[in-house]
Each structure stands twice: as structure tokens, then as C-alpha cells.
């Protein structure tokens, strides 16, 4: 997989709504999105002859298919990036396909969620810049090279021209709180060419 990025600056103030979640126990955790100038990156991941654009916070990288944060902590990936589905999905589809409930049979790979020790915390749906997103949320156990313990995984899928773009983010704050919001300003920036 290739990445290669190029240097543009953006500001970004995008209003914060409250997901479900956020609403039910009134806690909204801070968004290391918010109001931070953002760097283009493109992505070139399995599908042949697609493209991602996507713009993250100044300090950020993209190595592989992997995003880290400015003191080099994984906080997010493609996962993998852009799949040619075998058959036409639906937006349900989908939310299904993340939410462990199905697996996705692409032309480059397979992929099943439900394989993954994992809690559902939340899914749903969003609109950002006309793009339906499907989400799910998940409580999982995370294992690196030094440190082991639990985080929310903010898996989005999207449907771009009969193709599949899967996306995770991850969160190693408390696992109590959920911001679903926190990651549409990058989600806004994902352009497909």
C-alpha cells in the first residue's frame, strides 16, 4: 500500500452535535480534531485505481495503512481502505458488515469483523458532505509492543461508485466515553478519485 502526502493547511471549527451516547450520560469528550490545522495525505489502498484523500491534524502521519498521532501513538487506519464488494452492498449492508453481524466478500480480500473479541457499544448512521457513513463502536482489548489494554474502535464504512471505504479510529481515553462526532471533521475531508 502506498501513501504519499502533501502539504496543505486547513482550518477547522466544525460545530459539535452530541451523539446518542453523548446525549444519555452528558459527557462529550474533547475532539484532537477540533480547530487544528489539517495536513493533506493520499491513500492508495487495495482496490486498483482508486485514491483516498484525507486531511489530518498538523503532526499527524500516515505510514502504510496505519494513522498516528503527533508522539507516534496508532489512533487510527484504513481498515483496509477501498474494497470492490463481489456484490452490490446496501448502506444496511454495510452497518451490518461493521457491526460484526456479516462478512464482506471483496474482490481483493475478505474481511469479517465478528472475529474480533469486541463489545458493540453503538452504530448507526451519519451524513457528512453528502457521504452516508455507517459506524460502529466497539470496546476492544488492543495489544503493542509495550502496552496492552482496552480502547474504542470507531469503525466508518462508506459506499463511493459500488465500492466499499472502511475506516478506524481509536480512542484510549476512558472507556466510558463515546464521541462518535469527534471524527467528522477528517471523515468531511475524504475525497475518492
Known amino acids: 500500500m502506498l501513501c504519499s502526502c502533501e502539504q496543505t493547511e486547513r482550518s477547522n471549527n466544525t460545530a459539535h452535535e452530541p451523539s446518542a451516547v453523548e446525549a444519555e450520560t452528558g459527557e462529550v469528550a474533547p475532539s484532537p480534531y477540533d480547530g487544528k490545522t ?52 446496501s448502506n444496511s449492508d454495510v452497518l451490518s458488515i461493521i457491526a460484526g453481524n ?21 452504530s448507526g448512521s451519519l451524513t457528512l458532505s453528502g457521504v452516508e457513513w455507517q459506524y460502529a463502536v466497539k470496546r476492544e482489548t488492543y495489544d503493542g509492543e509495550d502496552t496492552q489494554g482496552i480502547w ?37 475531508t475524504i475525497e475518492v478519485r
Open 38 to 89: 489539517l495536513t493533506a495525505y493520499t491513500f492508495s489502498g487495495p482496490a486498483q485505481g482508486s485514491n483516498i484523500q484525507i486531511m489530518l491534524p498538523e503532526g499527524f502521519s500516515i505510514e502504510g495503512s496505519v494513522i498516528y498521532n503527533r508522539v507516534q501513538e496508532k489512533v487510527g487506519e484504513f481498515s483496509p481502505g477501498l474494497l470492490t464488494p463481489t456484490e452490490g452492498l
Open 102 to 122: 456479516q462478512a464482506l466478500q471483496a474482490e481483493e480480500l475478505q474481511i469479517d469483523f465478528s472475529s474480533y473479541e469486541s463489545e458493540l457499544i453503538d
Open 152 to 188: 474504542n474502535a470507531y469503525t466508518f464504512a462508506a459506499l463511493f461508485d459500488g465500492k466499499v471505504l472502511l475506516i478506524s479510529f481509536y480512542d484510549k481515553g476512558e472507556a466510558q466515553r463515546i464521541n462518535i462526532d469527534q471524527y467528522t471533521p477528517v471523515l468531511q
